[in-house]
């Protein structure tokens, strides 16, 4: 029988007078497989307190392993930032490892062209801006909740701990840019500081 003969069974019975109690039941009978099919379903779903957030599958004891494994990760986060050199903008010891004063120089070139950058070690990105004296304050409100730490003088310095590689720079640039252009200044450029290496034992 074809899909549409099944579909139209019920239609042509009637029409010719041919629906009876001998053809009810096997449609009954279809109905009640389907709402038994559907019950099963519903029925199977994880419930209770074995369910975590919806995800079937996660017992108790799978949630307890899974806090287990994030307060593993996160000491060893810890831990990890604690050998790290901690670097501060005021840091009497940096030293200029890249500079990058030309509009036209790509910030990947400026760093490729820098034998001194160490890109394993932190750094201090520092970006050289002409600012009015009027609008000095307003630049320090809005750099400072993002780190930023902004010494005033004929050129003003803004600068900051932070990723140095050719993707972040290229963003801050042109961040620094659109700053000093609504404030009435002027980008001038940036440049890197990192501490001096140390001599190989």
């Known amino acids: 029988m074809s899909s549409l003969d099944s579909q139209t069974i019920v239609p042509t019975l009637t029409m010719f007078g ?3 109690e001998c053809t009810r039941w096997p449609i009954e009978g279809a109905a009640v497989v389907t709402s038994s099919i559907i019950a099963c379903a519903i029925s199977v779903r994880p419930s209770g307190p074995g369910q975590i957030m919806g ?11 899974i806090n287990d494994m994030n307060l593993l990760r996160r000491l060893r986060d810890m831990l990890h930032r604690q050998d790290e050199p901690t670097l501060s903008v005021d840091d009497p010891d940096l030293a200029v490892v890249v500079e990058a004063f030309d509009i036209a120089e790509a910030d990947s070139a400026a760093l490729a062209r820098s034998p001194r950058w160490r890109p394993d070690e932190p ?4 970006h050289h801006v002409r600012i009015p004296d009027e609008q000095v304050e307003r630049a320090r409100e809005l750099l400072a909740p993002d780190g930023w730490v902004l010494e005033e ?7 900051r701990v932070q990723k140095l590689d050719a993707l972040h720079c290229a963003q801050e640039r042109s961040r620094m ?13 940036w440049d890197a500081l990192q501490r001096p290496s140390e001599p190989a034992r």
């Not at 750094?123 to 520092?126: D, E, G, K, P």
């Not at 840019?177 to 450029?189: E, H, K, N, P, T």
């Open 177 to 189: 840019a659109s700053l000093a252009q609504r404030l009435g200044g002027d980008a001038l450029g």
């Open 123 to 126: 750094a201090v990105l520092r």
């Open 153 to 159: 003088g004929e050129v003003t310095r803004i600068s």
């Open 18 to 20: 041919r629906f009876s």
């Open 55 to 65: 995800r079937p599958g996660h017992t108790q004891g799978d949630r307890e392993e």
